[in-house]
């Protein structure tokens, strides 16, 4: 039970996507094989098409893992996107690495090492789109690096906002959870009820929220 949508619903909707082949195909059977969390099959499915409506040129990814997203996300853009990446644990970052170099995909895609929230306070390039599928419980703390980051006309969308329905409900919710759950929450609504910003959160996957700024004017005329 995913506890974001009703089992019928997920099973149906993974069920319309087409089986991935090739190098997608063979990142996902590694982590299966070694339970490496990687994105739902829907979220990969969201972000190839986030991809090519948008055509984002820079990415900024938080939690790289095996390089499954990041991978994909290039992927989707035909190899004409480049993506920063960011991951703090060393052997993921041997195996992504090695995946990225076993693609050539070395000058498309770079990890950086390192804690997120470290690594975003002393950044300064700017990012089309960032992804952000790192550190569930800082995403709050995360958000005003990210928005600092993203152009004017970026899309920010984070994995993992309903958190297996415990943000949305007090049954679902464990004790043991309760600073992501907090956190996330406060995320969302950071994101919801900022007045220069549109946030849609979609219960897909583990729950995914998008968030764009307000087109000029967008706010006068409400
Ligand atoms: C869900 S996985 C990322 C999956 C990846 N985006 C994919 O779908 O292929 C999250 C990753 O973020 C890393 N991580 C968690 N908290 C972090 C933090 N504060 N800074 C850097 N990396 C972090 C974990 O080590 C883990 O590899």
């Known amino acids: ?34 339970r490496v969390p990687i994105v739902q099959k829907e979220t990969a499915k969201f972000l190839e098409l986030m991809i090519t409506m948008n055509r984002p040129k820079r990415i900024l990814e938080l939690g790289t893992a095996i390089g499954y997203s990041a991978i994909l996300m290039n992927i989707a853009s035909g190899g004409l996107n480049e993506i920063t990446t960011i991951e703090r644990d060393e052997k993921m970052i041997e195996i992504a690495k090695s995946n990225i170099e076993k693609y050539g995909m070395q000058s498309k895609i770079t990890i950086l090492k390192g804690d997120c929230l470290e690594i975003l306070e002393n950044l300064n390039d700017e990012y089309d789109m960032i992804f952000m599928d790192a550190g569930k419980a800082h995403y709050n703390h995360f958000l ?6 993203l152009k004017k006309e970026g899309v920010l969308i984070a994995d993992n906002v309903l958190f297996r329905g415990m943000v949305a409900s007090k049954e679902l919710a464990t004790h043991r959870k309760i600073t992501i759950i907090k956190r996330m929450k406060s995320y969302l609504e950071l994101v919801s009820n900022n007045d220069d910003l549109i946030t849609s959160v979609i219960p897909m996957g583990d729950g995914i929220s998008v968030t764009v700024r307000k087109c000029p004017g967008m706010r006068e005329e409400k």
């Open 1 to 34: 039970m995913s506890g974001v949508t009703y089992d019928y619903m997920e099973h149906y909707l993974r069920e319309l996507i087409p089986s991935n082949n090739g190098i997608i195909k063979d990142l996902e059977d590694f982590a299966i094989e070694n």
């Open 144 to 149: 005003p690096h990210c928005l600092r980051l």
